[in-house]
């Protein structure tokens, strides 16, 4: 792998989403739930239904983003191709952005997502005050978004790199 490639999967892909990610969503969770003084862990608007809903929107909302970005830095060759004989191309790479984004979101959502709300309902507690949820939520959206963005955007770059 290049340099140029580790440098955008590293700072781009890692760091800046996870910035990103920590920033956009405290300010979703300020908006969306501003008018509560406590989140609680169950009902309508809860811990567990926006961890979840978080767990599956931002993967698909990152492949949505990142993979046009992706071609287009490498369209301007600000990103180089992976040259044709590094190229080992995913699967994933060969699907559309959407079944990419679609995919690695349920995986967070049944993988992430589900069982940390199941040790939550166990073993934590049973609400949140507002700033508690702010921090949790900005703080699970980072962690997630360092997790998946690096690997959506190895597909977006492996699939503006194709021949074929």
Known sequence: ????????LLVGELIGSTIVNFLLNAGIA???FRSMARVPL?????????????????????????????AIQVAQKKLPLIAADELHLSPWARRSLFVRGAAVGLASVA????????LWSRFG??????????????????GLGALVTPLIGWWALQAASRTD
């Open 30 to 32: 300020w908006f969306l």
């Open 125 to 142: 507690p049973t609400e949140l005050s507002f700033a508690h949820f702010v921090w949790f939520k900005a703080s699970f959206a980072a």
């Open 111 to 118: 993988f992430i997502a589900v069982p940390l709300m199941l």
């Open 42 to 70: 169950f009902g309508s608007a809860s811990i567990t239904n926006d961890t979840i809903g978080t767990a599956f929107i931002l993967p698909l909302l990152t492949a949505i983003v990142a993979t046009p970005l992706v």
């Open 1 to 8: 792998m290049r340099r140029e490639h580790r440098q955008f």
